[in-house]
C-alpha cells in the first residue's frame, strides 16, 4: 500500500480549472489514453465540477488511482475506467473504497482491467447505478452486494472465466427484477434513462463503451419495442459456463426467467468434453445424470442390499430353525432315552464322590442335581424315579467295585465327579475318572475350593485343568456353588445331549436293536412303537 501511495504522489494530477469562465460550468473530463499509470487526482476551481456528469479514464493503463481521487465528484453520473490495469489494485482497501463517495453514479465501465475478483462492497454505495459494465476481464466469480441497486438495468459480464451464478447472486437479481418491472411499469421513460447519459459528449451513444470506435448501444442490448419498459438485462455470453451437477439450479434458473439473457439462443455450456446449448434437453440430462440416475443407482444398490439383508436373513432364521429342530428332536430324543425303562442307558449323571464327603454330597449336591434336571428336562417321570446315579445307592451289593464302576457309567451320559482332598486320596474314585475317560464319557468337574491338587494323580489333573470346572465351598452352614445352578445344569444337559445324539462311535450307547435308535431318532410317537422300544 505505501509503494502505491509513493507511485500516486510521484504521479500527481492537477486539473485546475479556476480560470474558466464564471458561468463555466463542466459537464464531461475526458483524461483518456494519457498513460496516467498511477494516479492521485486534484481538481482546481471545484465550483466549475459541480454539474460534472463524466469523467473518461480509459485507456491509460492505470494500476493505481486514488480513492480521493473522486471525492468532490459527487454528482458524477457515468465514470469510464476501462483498458486499465486495476488487478494490481484489486485486493487492496483502497479499490473496496475507491466509488465510495460517487454516490450519484448511473454507468460505470470496468471494461478490460485483467480484474479476477471484485470486493464484496465494492459497489454498496453506487445504489443508483443502472450499468456495470464488466466486459473481458478474468472474473471466476461473481458475488458481490447488489441488494440495494434496485436501478440496475443492465450488468455486462461477456468473455469473462465464469462456471455459473451462485444461488444467492440469483435470488438478489430476480428481486432486483421484480422490483422493476413493478415500479417501472407504465413508466417507459425511466428505460431510455440509462442511453440519455451517453449522450452528453453529442458524439455517439456509448462512445466509451465499444472497442476502439463508436457504437450504438442500442444495437448491443435486446430489441424490446413490444414492451413498454425494460427489464434488469444480463450478458454473460463467451463465459465457459458448465453443465455439471452443480449448476442444476443456475441452468434451470437461466432458461425459465424473466431477466433478459443476451444472446440466450447463443449460449453454450460444457458437460463433459463436450459443449451443449443452454435449453431444457440439456437441463433434462445434467438432472437425469445427476439426480435421476444417482436415485436409480442407490434404488438398485438398496434393492440388492436389501435382497442379501433379506437373503442372509432367511439363511439365518434358517439355519437357527434347522438347529432347534434338531435340537428338539435331540431333546426327545434324549428325553425318550433317560424314560425307558428296559434300556441300557438309565441315568443322566454318574456321581463320583469319597465316602468322607457323603454328608455334603446328600445334603447339598446330589438332591439338587436330581431335582433340577428334572426341571430343566421336564420329563413326565415317576417322583422317585433318579436321574443322578452314585455309588452308595446304585452299586449292587455283592459284586466287583470295578465291575459296578463301568455298569454306571455305561448306565449314564455325563460324569460329574465331585472332587475333594479325600477324593483325591481315594484310589477308588481315581479309578472312576479313569473308566470315565475310557468311555470317552464327558466330565463336568464340581471341586470344592482351595483345593490344593499338585499331589493329585496326573490324570485327574489334567482332567481337572484341562476344562473350565464349578467350584463350590459351604461356608456358615450355606451351600455356596459357582457358577450358579442353572449355569452348571444347562452344562450336563449340553454334555448329556452330545453323548446321547452324536454317534455310537462316540458315546458308545448300546440299544439292543437298531431298529429301535432309528425309530427314536425319528421320533415316532405311536403307542405301539413306544411299547416295542
Known amino acids: 500500500m505505501a509503494s502505491y501511495m509513493s507511485k500516486a504522489l510521484a504521479m500527481n494530477v492537477i486539473l485546475d480549472l479556476s480560470r474558466l469562465n464564471a458561468d463555466a460550468a463542466v459537464q464531461i473530463i475526458d483524461m483518456s489514453n494519457n498513460k496516467l499509470v498511477y494516479v492521485n487526482l486534484t ?11 463524466k469523467l473518461d479514464l480509459s485507456g491509460n493503463g492505470m494500476e493505481y488511482i486514488a480513492p480521493s481521487s473522486l471525492r468532490l465528484l459527487s454528482l458524477l453520473k457515468v465514470l469510464d475506467m476501462a483498458e486499465n490495469n486495476l488487478l494490481s489494485m484489486q485486493t487492496t482497501e483502497d479499490f473496496s473504497n475507491l466509488f465510495r463517495s460517487a454516490t450519484e453514479l448511473r454507468v460505470l465501465s470496468l471494461r478490460n482491467n485483467h480484474l479476477t475478483a471484485l470486493p464484496k462492497t465494492c459497489f454498496s454505495s453506487n445504489t443508483k447505478l443502472q450499468l456495470l459494465d464488466l466486459r473481458h476481464n478474468d472474473l471466476n466469480d461473481f458475488n458481490i452486494d447488489l441488494s440495494n441497486m434496485w436501478s440496475l438495468k443492465y450488468i455486462d459480464l461477456r468473455n469473462n472465466r465464469l462456471h455459473n451464478l451462485s444461488l444467492g447472486m440469483i435470488h438478489t437479481l430476480e428481486n432486483i427484477s421484480r422490483h422493476q418491472m413493478t415500479k417501472t411499469k407504465g413508466n417507459e421513460s425511466n428505460a431510455a434513462d440509462i442511453f440519455s447519459l451517453y449522450r452528453l459528449d453529442k458524439i455517439a451513444l456509448a462512445a466509451t463503451y465499444g472497442y476502439g470506435q463508436s457504437i450504438d448501444m442500442t444495437r448491443e442490448l435486446p430489441k424490446k419495442e413490444e414492451h413498454m419498459y425494460w427489464n434488469l438485462t444480463i450478458d454473460l ?17 437461466i432458461i425459465s426467467t424473466n431477466i433478459i439473457i443476451v444472446d440466450m439462443e447463443s449460449l453454450v455450456c460444457k458437460y463433459g468434453n463436450d459443449l451443449y446449448p443452454l435449453n431444457r434437453e440439456t437441463l433434462d440430462k445434467v438432472h437425469f445424470d445427476c439426480v435421476s440416475f444417482p436415485i436409480l443407482i442407490k434404488i438398485v444398490v438398496s434393492s440388492v442390499t436389501i435382497g442379501i439383508v433379506c437373503a442372509s436373513v432367511f439363511a439365518f432364521l434358517a439355519l437357527c430353525i434347522r438347529r432347534t429342530s434338531r435340537r428338539a428332536k435331540h431333546m426327545e430324543f434324549f428325553k425318550r432315552l433317560i424314560q425307558k425303562v428296559d434300556a441300557k442307558l438309565k441315568f443322566v449323571v454318574f456321581l463320583p464322590f469319597c465316602s468322607q464327603d457323603q454328608d455334603i454330597v446328600e445334603k447339598y449336591i446330589r438332591p439338587s442335581l ?7 428336562l421336564n420329563i413326565n417321570i415317576r417322583e422317585e424315579s433318579e436321574l443322578v446315579c452314585c455309588g452308595d445307592r446304585n452299586f449292587i451289593p455283592g459284586l466287583p467295585i470295578i465291575t459296578e464302576i463301568h455298569r454306571c457309567i455305561d448306565e449314564s451320559l455325563v460324569v460329574v465327579p465331585v472332587i475333594t482332598p479325600s477324593f483325591l486320596k481315594s484310589r477308588w474314585c481315581k479309578s472312576e475318572c479313569t473308566v470315565a475317560i475310557q468311555k470317552a464319557r464327558n466330565v463336568v468337574v464340581l471341586m470344592k475350593e482351595q483345593t490344593d491338587t499338585s499331589d493329585a494323580d496326573k490324570m485327574i489333573r489334567n482332567l481337572i485343568y484341562k476344562y473350565t470346572r464349578a467350584s463350590w465351598a459351604v461356608r456358615d452352614g450355606e451351600f455356596i456353588i459357582r457358577p ?16 446321547a445324539c452324536n454317534g455310537n462311535e462316540k458315546t458308545e450307547i448300546r440299544l439292543n436293536r437298531r431298529e429301535e435308535v432309528k425309530k427314536m431318532v425319528g421320533l415316532l410317537d405311536s403307542e405301539e412303537e413306544e411299547d416295542e422300544l
Do not use: H, R
Not at 370 to 376: A, H, V, W
Not at 484 to 499: F, G, H, N
Open 43 to 53: 481538481i482546481l476551481g471545484t465550483d466549475k465540477v459541480q454539474q460534472l456528469q
Open 237 to 253: 455470453y463467451g463465459n465457459p459456463l458448465q453443465c455439471d451437477c452443480e449448476s442444476i439450479y443456475f441452468i434451470q434458473w
Open 370 to 376: 436330581n431335582n433340577l434336571l428334572k426341571q430343566k
Open 484 to 499: 450358579k445352578w442353572d449355569i452348571l445344569i444347562q452344562s450336563i444337559v449340553d454334555k448329556a445331549m452330545e453323548t
